[in-house]
Nanobody, 118 residues
Framework: QVQLVESGGGLVQPGGSLRLSCSAAGFSVDYYAIGWFRQAPGKEREGVGCISSSTSADSVKGRFTVSRDNAKNTVYLQVSSLKPEDTATYYC???????????????WGQGTQVTVSS
C-alpha cells in the first residue's frame, strides 16, 4: 500500500525546536519530491519546505530544514525557534517535482499536530 505517515508532533514551548518524520511505504522517497505543508484552523494549507529527488542535500528555508534518509525511507522536517504562530497540523506530501502549491501533490499523509505554547 502506497502511503505516507507523519509523526513527531506534540506540544512545544516557544523558542524550542521539533523534528517531524514522514515515513513512506510502497515507494522510495529518493525517487520523488517530498514536500511539507502546514494548515492552521481557518487558514489555507501552506508549503514550508520541500526536498527534490535530484539532490541529497538538505533543503533549508529560514527556520525550516527538510532532509531525507534513504535507508529509512523517511523525510524529516526540522523546525527551530518555534513560535505560537507555528501551531498547525503538519503534512507531508509526495509528487514528481517540488512546489509550494498543495494541489500539485498527489499523495498525502494524515498529518501530525504541532502546538507551540507555554
Amino acid at each position: 500500500q502506497v502511503q505516507l505517515v507523519e509523526s513527531g508532533g506534540g506540544l512545544v514551548q516557544p523558542g524550542g525546536s521539533l523534528r517531524l518524520s514522514c515515513s513512506a511505504a510502497g515507494f522510495s522517497v529518493d525517487y520523488y519530491a517530498i514536500g511539507w505543508f502546514r494548515q492552521a484552523p481557518g487558514k489555507e494549507r501552506e508549503g514550508v519546505g520541500c526536498i527534490s529527488s535530484s539532490t541529497s542535500a538538505d533543503s533549508v528555508k529560514g527556520r525550516f530544514t527538510v532532509s531525507r534518509d534513504n535507508a529509512k525511507n523517511t523525510v524529516y522536517l526540522q523546525v527551530s525557534s518555534l513560535k505560537p504562530e507555528d501551531t498547525a497540523t503538519y503534512y507531508c506530501a509526495a509528487d514528481h517535482i517540488c512546489s509550494t502549491v498543495a494541489s500539485h501533490f498527489s499523495l498525502w499523509g494524515q498529518g501530525t499536530q504541532v502546538t507551540v505554547s507555554s
